[in-house]
């Protein structure tokens, strides 16, 4: 599940790279579905970062997919630069939820 929020990170994100050259907005889409979709086969599998927040990170990108795991589901709650102070991204996060 991905909160409405998040849909505007990503269109934030994707503008960001599509201004640096032809097809970089694409690409970035297809890294960041890609590794929504290795969430969705395990989210275990990566990183708790703070409560009970995951973090995935995109790959050839600053930007950080976290997320927290309920019982039938997960639920992605924010795609943001990984280079922000850790502070600012957990007072994001925890204000999404």
């Known amino acids: 599940m991905v909160l409405q929020v998040v ?3 990503v269109q934030a994100a ?19 579905f890609s590794t ?3 969430i969705a086969l395990n989210p275990e599998a990566f990183p708790v970062k703070f409560d009970d927040y995951r973090r995935a990170l ?11 795991v309920e019982s039938v589901r997960s639920v992605v709650v924010a795609v ?3 280079r922000r102070h ?11 939820r």
Do not use: K
Request: hydrophobic letters at 30%.
């Open 14 to 32: 994707y503008d960001y790279f599509a201004a640096r050259g032809p097809g970089g907005g694409d690409r970035l889409l297809e890294r960041y």
């Open 58 to 68: 995109v790959p050839q990108s600053h930007l950080a997919v976290y997320y927290f």
């Open 80 to 82: 943001i630069d990984a």
């Open 36 to 38: 929504t979709d290795r």
């Open 86 to 96: 850790p502070r600012l991204i957990r007072d994001l996060i925890r204000n999404r």
């Open 7 to 9: 849909r505007e990170d």
